[in-house]
């Protein structure tokens, strides 16, 4: 069933369509969350208040509105809210940036997704994976926004302004900021992890 058919059978009443949207989207919020966060013990409380959201709006929501957007709106506050009250810091010395071609932003990203494993494919891909989460958990909260939203939530310019309420120009601009940014974070963590 439909988001809209399952939020007007709950604002009816029916406690059963509540726990088929918490199935719906589950998986796709845990996952934004742990990007997000970048720190598991945060994720459930945070996918509760969530929840708790959800439930509470049961009476509020406009049915004229899509879902999907406005959850990931809430995932996105809720989380800054959880980073603001661990007073987590942002902030990273970069130093000099490396220009490399070897590596793209998609490249890298693109390792995340590959369906052709063997073992010592799995390991490079877990390696490749654990570096691209922890130079994302080092953006600025802003940009690693953006870029989890675009990037692996597949979401358009156009749904990430409305979910964020900023110009689709402002999503644009801050999409390209994050990418060079990501790339920059990169090529320096792979020079690190040469010379070390």
Same mark, same amino acid.
């Given at each position: ?8 059978? $709950? ?18 919020? $845990? ?23 959800l ?20 995932? !996105?506050?809720?989380?800054?809210? !959880?980073?603001?009250?661990?007073q ?31 073992? $010592? ?35 358009s $310019? ?19 900021? !994050? ?15 040469a010379?070390?």
């Amino acid at each position: 069933m439909s988001d809209m058919g399952l939020m007007k059978r $709950y604002a009816a009443g029916e406690e059963d369509a509540f726990q088929d949207l918490v199935k719906q989207y589950k998986g796709s919020l $845990y996952t934004f969350l742990r990007r997000f966060l970048n720190q598991s013990d945060m994720v459930d409380d945070v996918f509760q208040e969530i929840l708790m959201q959800l439930y509470v709006s049961r009476d509020s929501f406009d049915l004229s509105r899509p879902l999907r957007p406005w959850l990931f709106t809430i995932a !996105a506050n809720k989380a800054k809210d !959880a980073l603001r009250r661990r007073q987590r810091v942002d902030s990273v010395n970069l130093g000099s940036m490396f220009d490399s071609e070897e590596h793209s932003i998609d490249d890298v990203l693109n390792t995340l997704d590959s369906d052709t494993r063997v073992p $010592y494919d799995e390991l490079v891909e877990d390696e490749t994976a654990t570096s691209v989460k922890r130079v994302i958990s080092r953006m600025p909260a802003k940009l690693r926004e953006i870029l989890i939203l675009a990037y692996f939530h597949k979401l358009s $310019y156009a749904e990430i302004a409305g979910m964020l309420r900023i110009p689709v120009g402002t999503v644009k601009s801050r999409l390209h900021t !994050a990418v060079d940014r990501f790339a920059e974070d990169w090529n320096t963590s792979m020079l690190c992890e040469a010379a070390g």
